[in-house]
């Protein structure tokens, strides 16, 4: 006589395979979660850094511009060169350096008539205004890439290259 042997109905262990296949899924969801959040952190900063670098750089530029307009205005003939150094690259991308006329820095202050800034512009984040308090008058127009930049004051004008003049 064979007798069908039947199992007892226990599910103890489909709560057990249930409960680590739950915690495995909530863990997963939560360091997705921290993942994602401090790559838009680090983003965030490294905008921020970028922005810091520039304005760094552009107060820097700004001062030996004005040394370069205050010497060549003592100077009989006037003519200056100086070659300065910056970095070339900011948090991994290349800047350019150009002396604009239509600042919004100089909105609302009678402070200079000639209202000239440098503008730092680099693809990553907005670009950055420096004012400059300068008697001369500016070539305005083409940007210079960051790194080495030659200011050179003719007697008449101040412009900023590349190359040396």
């Known amino acids: 006589m064979s007798r069908k042997q039947s199992f007892p109905a226990d599910r103890r262990a489909v709560s057990v395979t249930i409960t680590h296949v739950l915690t495995i899924g909530i863990t997963t969801i ?51 060169t100086v070659r300065t150094e910056h970095p070339r690259r900011l948090s991994g991308g290349q800047y350019f350096v150009t002396l604009i006329d239509d600042c919004k820095v100089w909105e609302g202050s009678g402070t200079n008539p000639d209202r000239y800034c440098l503008e730092l512009e680099s693809g990553q984040t907005d670009s950055v205004e420096v004012p400059l308090v300068i008697e001369s008058d500016v070539d305005t127009g083409s940007p210079v890439q960051g790194g080495e930049i030659w200011i050179h004051h003719d007697g008449d004008n101040l412009e900023l290259r590349n190359d040396r003049p």
Do not use: H
């Open 30 to 80: 939560l360091i997705s979660g921290l993942l994602i959040g401090t790559g838009t952190l680090l983003d965030s900063q490294k905008d921020r850094a970028t922005y810091d670098e520039k304005s760094t750089i552009g107060d820097r530029l700004a001062g030996e511009i004005t040394a370069v307009d205050q010497a060549a205005q003592q100077e009989s003939d006037g003519e200056i």
